[in-house]
């Protein structure tokens, strides 16, 4: 076998594999649905039965005749979906001639009180009229499910089949041959898997309604038979369990959607009496993640053959080299990629779509709400004072680099390497140390009593200031704070920008008699402006992140004269616990910080050339 | 111990840049000295990293003792390599340095102390087995360099400029020292190098790249005596050859003239006319009194070297080399006559290619 | 001439320290201030009245198992990120792969996400994954740092290539030339990265205080964050805490202060 026909017999193999997985677990899916709405079924039948048989004269149990009627009466429903066998005991009664329960497996029904399955049947409990004990079972058989995929999924298919071969024999052909014909083949691909999940979210939808059908009949079917039912249908809660019945007007007899308390529900008009309606109301099996988690895998699984020819058609047109390059460069890869993935492009995929609901921790429903949370944060006052208030808190940046640089320039000249060091590590020191720490002792600096400054201040006459206290001054002192913490690496960043700047240039500029200043204006600042401007615009980004300061040092406070955005957005998500509206206002803050780092990346592009 | 084969070979980096290599054939024999020469950017180290299987070539084969190697990774060719930086790992200590090759793999440890001491004799690295490369000197690290690819027994010797870093005394002992190796080990050696007095004085044979084509293959005489063009022609000899461009005209019976302004040099010329290179060695060239000789030019420059001087002459406005015994008493300005060599004469055609 | 030169250039250089030594003891001031406040005694120090003193505050808060937690935290991220971030810059800035340009740039682009957006979905993530209040879900989002890959990126590309075509002719495979090539010359930049990613974590603040729920996983530096905000809780205790949290950053900084200032150089 030769290495070509070795990946198409692979890639073959994932095609197909990837193909007929997709719709055996679509079936199974389907099947899944099956089951759940014949057990549904069986517990709604057992329950009616228990609501509409008259008990024996003597003994707890049923009337035998009776509920030989009513059994068979059920058979007899117009548009009943299910097919059912009720046993008394062991004893059929539907189909006398049927073969009778297995005595364990009543024994099974009596201990544990809960639907079972034997074979194709759900066996759901029949209990007596006081719910003390099982007396027999009803089993409804699940249907073994059509065939498993729509006229619209078999289309798919068919192209899919088309597209497949086509990239077959594209294997082993130039790059923009295989090119041409996997594109398309993944597209297909894609649409199939779509169109087979539609048909699984279409199955889940339809046994929902069919359950829902099946107990709106049985639901009319006891309250005919027993009046007393009809001005009080909660006594009919255990025949529709798993949904609730809430009042409601007339309507049609098949279930529809409808959106109720910010999700959506499937329901259904019962008919008690006359003029009496009620609305039984249930989740859709199609809605809330019921069917969603489908997607990904079968998404997934249709991906199998597109990828494997991918793979295939890439290995068989490079080089050996460059493959087992490739292949090396993933294997290194590999940690940081998956876990990039997982802990940085899903979240960020995922706070997306918590800005696009109503999301709250201590809340299980998640409405989606469109854009809803954007507008609110955009409307939002407090949200726009609080970006105001760090745009002038981000001023500090500028002021600390004019104070970094003039150090820099003084310390950093020429021949004085050891002072200048042992400076600079003086500088460094609150940037290499913990913002809590800082935020700590700086609060007890600016202590309006015992603080280091105000007993200086009122040394020198100029009495006591509450610093953090009096909302004139409070973003002021956190500013100074910063200046005292960046200062430091600042002026390390222009230590290294000075050094990088050859000497000559200076020298040069000297021998033509520029004097200091001249010197520093022409030559130096210049030749500095892309360490200046990265400087800045990484400052003022970091200030647009500051959390921990504030909120250690004044809590955001006083009445929120330090409430920047990144806490005001911690606040937003963590103290009024509004995932939604916290993700929405930090995925816009994202979209300008993106913007302002492109924009540095481009003006950093005329990077100074020294020649 | 192996010949090598190329076969048509070419690499293009860029698929709409000039190729750096253009379809190279060559046959290096078992145990030759073999130098490539050009230079810098007339694609000689990729020729030499094509040969290793660091590049991989785009069209054509290298042949190892007849086996084709082209798509081999190059630790399955069994070729040793000296770079020009020498490479040497700087964490590692000489000894380290030696085995690395060998514990890669996995030859047993009694084996490796064998040979890399085997190695360090020959090179007399003795006594620096212990250190790291940044305290040698830039000779010691060539001959660590050396030693590495020693150690392994190759089959071939690929060299990239090894001599380039170091002073020229250096260089010219470490040369003989090489040719000395090689003697001894009989092992096929291919020389990269851009220096054309390096490569004459060690290359058995010499093949002359430039904008990655292949311009001649010889012995040093072959390539001397008898350039195949005026790029060759130039680039071997120092200074290189004179061509001065001129109009051939032939006057019947297996004679001819070229006419250079107001020199008519008459050469073995049949039937041409149209322009034309008259080449000559500045050694074939000697000054006459200015009314003999094929003409007169005028000395720009002297440069005395020793038992040679160089005169730079300007001849019909024409540059014009010429190398003197001893130190003649010129001066520039001087009006001297020129003599060639009528035996030594080479013609090019306009092409530049050498003609008969 | 040139001896005027050299005394006015020594003049102008006692003339720039002069200036910038009282700024350097500024800045200095706050941590002479929190280590006085241990020597002083109660009486004689700037303060307000305090019944407790630093071995109460130690007693008071489980401050031991935070600086416990901190050094688990930081040096499990350390492992990671100097091993992660070392094979993906190998693979960056040496082996040639379709998309290798793209992709580093989605790297990059993950850097550009503020702490504060992406707290929310790690969150909703490690809750899915049960991992709230545990070792594991304060350490898992923190094993991979796409700025440590760009610094060893950087210079793994300093690194001649001869190097790695030499040790390749001599047979040795991608992982030996990475493993034996590559990292043993690269040992500053990845002590760098280490001391980084130390002291990074140390500081973290947002993460931990979102993934942990109670005092036995916090790292230091949340557990005496709620000590701010009042002056209700006393001085002496409030810096005794901070000196716990500031004194192995402080240790640190002066034995690998050049690695510190390298790591800062290396952003520009």
């Known amino acids: 076998m030769s290495p070509l026909a070795r990946w198409r017999a692979g890639v073959l193999f994932a095609m197909s594999a990837g193909a007929l997985l997709l719709l055996a677990l679509a079936q199974r899916a389907q099947s899944g649905y099956e089951r759940t709405l014949a057990a549904r079924d069986a517990t709604a039948a057992a329950a009616y039965l228990t609501i509409v048989t008259p008990v024996a004269r003597r003994g707890a149990g049923y009337d035998l005749p009776q509920l030989l009627i009513r059994a068979r009466a059920l058979e007899e429903l117009p548009g009943f979906s299910g097919r059912f066998e009720i046993y008394h005991a062991t004893a059929p009664l539907i189909r006398a001639t049927a073969p009778p329960l297995g005595a364990a497996a009543l024994q099974q029904l009596r201990r544990e009180v809960a639907v079972r399955w034997t074979g194709e049947a759900a066996l759901a409990p029949l209990l007596d009229r006081d719910g003390w004990d099982v007396v027999g079972a009803v089993a409804a058989r699940a249907d073994a499910g059509t065939w498993p995929v729509s006229t619209w999924s078999l289309g798919a298919l068919l192209l899919l089949l088309v597209a497949g071969t086509q990239s077959l024999g594209a294997i082993g052909r130039p790059r923009h041959a295989w090119r041409q014909s996997i594109g398309p083949y993944g597209v297909v691909a894609a649409l199939f898997g779509v169109a087979v999940f539609a048909d699984v979210r279409g199955a889940a939808a339809d046994a929902t309604d069919r359950w829902l059908y099946d107990t709106r009949l049985l639901m009319q079917e006891a309250a005919a038979r027993v009046p007393e039912i009809r001005s009080a249908p909660a006594g009919l809660a255990t025949l529709a369990r798993g949904a609730e019945i809430v009042p409601g007007d007339s309507g049609p007899s098949t279930a529809w959607r409808r959106a109720a308390g910010g999700a959506v529900r499937a329901a259904v008009a019962v008919r008690l009496a006359p003029g009496r309606w009620v609305e039984l109301r249930a989740r859709p099996g199609e809605g809330e993640a019921g069917t969603a988690v ?46 990039l993935a997982a802990f940085s492009f899903a979240p960020l995929l995922l706070v997306v779509y918590v800005s696009l609901h109503r999301w709250s921790p201590i809340e299980p429903t998640r409405a989606f709400v469109a854009l809803a949370n954007y507008g609110r944060v955009f409307r939002d006052p407090l949200v726009w004072s609080a970006l105001g208030r760090t745009l002038v ?8 680099m004019t104070l970094a640089l003039g150090l820099a320039v003084i310390i950093g000249r020429r021949g004085s390497g050891a002072a200048t060091s042992a400076l600079r590590a003086f500088f460094l020191l609150p940037y290499a140390s913990s913002v809590v720490a800082i935020a700590l002792v700086w609060q007890w600096m600016y202590h309006p009593d015992f603080g280091l400054l105000n007993q200086l201040l009122t040394r020198a006459g100029l009495g006591p200031v509450n610093w953090l206290g009096d909302p004139k001054t409070a973003l002021a002192a956190v500013m100074l704070v910063s200046v005292w913490i960046h200062l430091g690496y600042q002026l390390t960043v222009f230590l290294a920008g000075l050094r990088a700047i050859p000497q000559t240039y200076l020298d040069a500029a000297r021998v033509d008699g520029a004097n200091a200043w001249q010197r520093f204006r022409r030559v130096t600042f210049p030749l500095l402006a892309p360490v200046t401007v990265f400087v800045l615009v990484t400052g003022i980004i970091g200030g647009f992140q500051v959390l921990a300061l504030v909120m250690v040092l004044t809590g955001g406070g006083p009445l929120g004269a330090t409430d920047l955005i990144a806490y005001h957005i911690y606040r937003i998500a963590w103290e009024r616990q509004q995932f939604g509206d916290a993700s929405a206002l930090a995925l816009l803050l994202f979209a300008v910080l993106f913007g302002a780092t492109w924009a540095q990346l481009k003006l950093l592009d005329r990077r100074v050339e020294y020649g | 111990m192996a010949s090598v084969t190329l076969r048509r070979l070419a690499k293009r980096y860029d698929p709409h840049g000039r190729p750096a290599l253009e379809e190279v054939s060559l046959e290096v024999s078992d145990g030759e000295f073999f130098v490539l020469l050009g230079p810098s950017g007339c694609g000689k180290t990729t020729l030499l990293r094509c040969i290793a299987g660091l590049e991989e070539p785009s069209a054509g084969e290298v042949l190892l003792d007849g086996r084709d190697v082209t798509r081999l990774e190059p630790a399955a060719r069994d070729v040793a390599m000296v770079f020009q930086t020498y490479a040497l790992y700087p964490h590692l200590t000489v000894r380290r340095n ?6 890669v793999r996995r030859v047993p440890a009694a084996e490796i102390t064998r040979r890399v001491q085997q190695a360090a004799e020959r090179l007399g690295l003795g006594t620096l087995l212990d250190r790291r490369p940044g305290e040698l000197s830039g000779g010691e690290r060539q001959r660590v360099a050396l030693g590495r690819a020693l150690v392994r027994e190759p089959q071939v010797f690929l060299l990239d400029e090894p001599l380039s870093h170091l002073e020229p005394t250096l260089r010219s002992e470490l040369r003989a020292e090489l040719l000395e190796l090689h003697r001894a080990l009989r092992t096929t050696v291919v020389y990269v190098t851009h220096d054309q007095v390096e490569a004459m004085a060690m290359g058995q044979r010499i093949a002359v790249l430039e ?9 040093p005489a072959e390539l001397y005596g008898r350039p195949e063009d005026v790029f060759v022609a130039r680039f071997i000899g120092n200074p290189g050859m004179n061509l001065l461009k001129g109009r051939g005209r032939s006057t019947g019976d297996e004679g001819g003239v070229v006419d250079c302004g107001t020199w008519s040099v008459p050469v073995p010329l049949e039937r041409y006319e149209g322009e034309i290179y008259l080449g000559v060695r500045p050694e074939h060239v000697s000054l006459v009194a200015p009314d003999q000789g094929v003409g007169a030019a005028d000395v720009r420059g002297v440069e005395p070297l020793g038992p040679d001087t160089i005169v730079r002459l300007d001849a019909n406005g024409q540059a014009l080399v010429a190398r003197l015994h001893g ?18 004469l080479h013609l090019f055609d306009a092409a530049g290619a050498r003609m008969r | 001439m040139g001896n005027r030169a050299g005394r006015r250039g020594t003049l102008g250089r006692w003339v720039s320290y002069a200036l910038a030594l009282p700024l350097a003891l500024l800045m200095i001031a706050p941590f002479l201030y929190m280590a006085a406040v241990a020597l002083m005694s109660e009486r004689d120090s700037l303060r307000p009245p305090v019944p407790e003193h630093f071995a109460a505050a130690l007693a008071a808060l489980p401050v031991g198992r935070f600086l416990l937690n901190s050094a688990i935290f930081s040096l499990a991220v350390v492992a990671g990120q100097v091993l992660t971030s070392a094979t993906a810059a190998y693979a960056f800035a040496r082996l040639r792969f379709p998309g290798r340009d793209r992709l580093f740039l989605a790297y990059l682009c993950t850097l550009m996400a503020p702490g504060v957006l992406l707290v929310i979905p790690r969150f909703l993530l490690i809750d899915v994954l049960g991992w709230v209040d545990t070792y594991q879900g304060v350490i898992s989002t923190e094993l991979v740092s796409v700025t440590g890959i760009f610094l060893l990126r950087q210079f793994f590309r300093t690194i001649p290539r001869d190097l790695e075509d030499a040790a390749r002719l001599e047979g040795a495979g991608e992982w030996t030339i990475f493993w034996r090539v590559i990292v043993p010359p690269s040992r500053p930049a990845l002590a760098t990265l280490a001391v980084l990613a130390f002291a990074d974590q140390w500081r973290s603040f947002l993460w931990p205080l979102v993934a942990t729920r109670s005092s036995a996983m916090r790292p230091i530096e949340v557990g005496i964050a709620n000590l701010g905000g009042t002056y209700a809780v006393s001085w002496s205790y409030q810096v005794a805490s901070a000196r716990a949290a500031v004194i192995p950053l402080m240790v640190l900084y002066f034995v690998a202060q050049k690695y510190f200032i390298r790591g800062v150089e290396e952003t520009i």
């Open chain 2, 98 to 103: 030696i085995a690395f090759g060998l514990e």
């Open chain 2, 211 to 219: 904008r990655g084509r292949l311009r001649q293959v010889g012995t």
């Open chain 1, 294 to 339: 489908w997607l990904p895998v079968l998404l997934g699984l249709a991906a199998l053959g597109p990828l494997g020819a991918l793979l295939a058609a890439w290995s068989t047109a490079t080089a050996p080299r460059q493959r087992r390059e490739t292949v090396a460069a993933w294997g290194f890869l590999a940690p940081s990629a998956l876990h």
């Open chain 2, 327 to 344: 130190i003649p008493d010129l001066r520039p300005g001087d009006r001297v006559g020129v003599k060639l060599d009528r035996r030594q």
């Open chain 1, 393 to 400: 808190y981000a001023l500090y940046v500028p002021a600390s």
